[in-house]
């Protein structure tokens, strides 16, 4: 599967098998955020990852209910949890860089997209998750103070293919030279 296919059928995974995932494709997996680019090769994440189905219940607990990803927390065979080391990604003597601040957001979105794409490339499915309590979580799982829960996926063999959403035509957010009023 080359990098476009994978990124035109990715999809957001919420149920998933029972079957287990091995730790060659988890390693696999964790291989992808490894070579994730980062500000200025800062690499910025930890990963929890979690078989612990007690554990997984306490985190599908901080989330608020009727989140559509709540069962998935519990039922998928493995959760990663992934952290952001903070003042380090965006900061130079540290002192941040750029107007945003603290870069990290950025550095865990790249590490998640490729984590979620090199799933699907495996055959395994993931889905995003961010609305969650992550003092909560931080807590739960002894997260140093000087790291942020940012993300958590699921990770599992997905149960059905989920379909493609529909998406927007580049002619409705592309602009070529200046920005053109909608």
Request: charged fraction near 25%; charge should be neutral.
């Given at each position: 599967m080359d990098v476009l296919e994978a990124i035109q059928r990715r999809r957001s995974i919420r149920t998933y098998k029972p079957d287990p995932v091995s730790d060659e494709m988890l390693d696999k997996?964790?291989?992808?955020?490894?070579?994730?680019?980062?500000?200025?090769n800062t690499q910025c994440w930890e990963v929890v990852a979690i078989r612990e189905p007690e554990i997984k219940a306490k985190i599908a607990e901080t989330l608020p209910p009727g989140n559509p990803s709540l069962s998935s927390v519990r039922d998928a065979p493995i959760l990663?949890?992934?952290?952001?080391?903070?003042?380090?990604?965006?900061?130079?003597?540290?002192?941040?860089?750029?107007?945003?601040?603290?870069?990290?957001?950025?550095?865990?979105?790249?590490?998640?997209?490729?984590?979620?794409?090199?799933?699907?490339?495996?055959?395994l499915g993931t889905v995003i998750i961010g609305l969650f309590d992550a003092t909560k979580i931080e807590s739960l799982l002894g997260?140093?103070?000087?790291?942020?829960?940012?993300?958590?996926?699921?990770?599992?063999?997905?149960?059905?293919?989920?379909?493609?959403?529909?998406?927007?035509?580049?002619?409705?957010?592309?602009?070529?030279?200046?920005?053109?009023?909608?």
């Open positions: 997996v964790l291989e992808a955020v490894r070579w994730s680019p980062s500000w200025a990663l949890v992934l952290c952001a080391i903070r003042n380090l990604s965006g900061f130079k003597r540290g002192e941040a860089m750029t107007d945003k601040g603290d870069w990290f957001m950025f550095d865990i979105g790249l590490a998640m997209e490729n984590l979620c794409l090199a799933a699907h490339s495996l055959g997260v140093p103070e000087n790291l942020s829960v940012v993300a958590m996926t699921p990770l599992g063999y997905p149960q059905k293919e989920a379909s493609p959403p529909k998406r927007k035509e580049l002619a409705d957010f592309v602009h070529l030279e200046t920005y053109r009023k909608p």
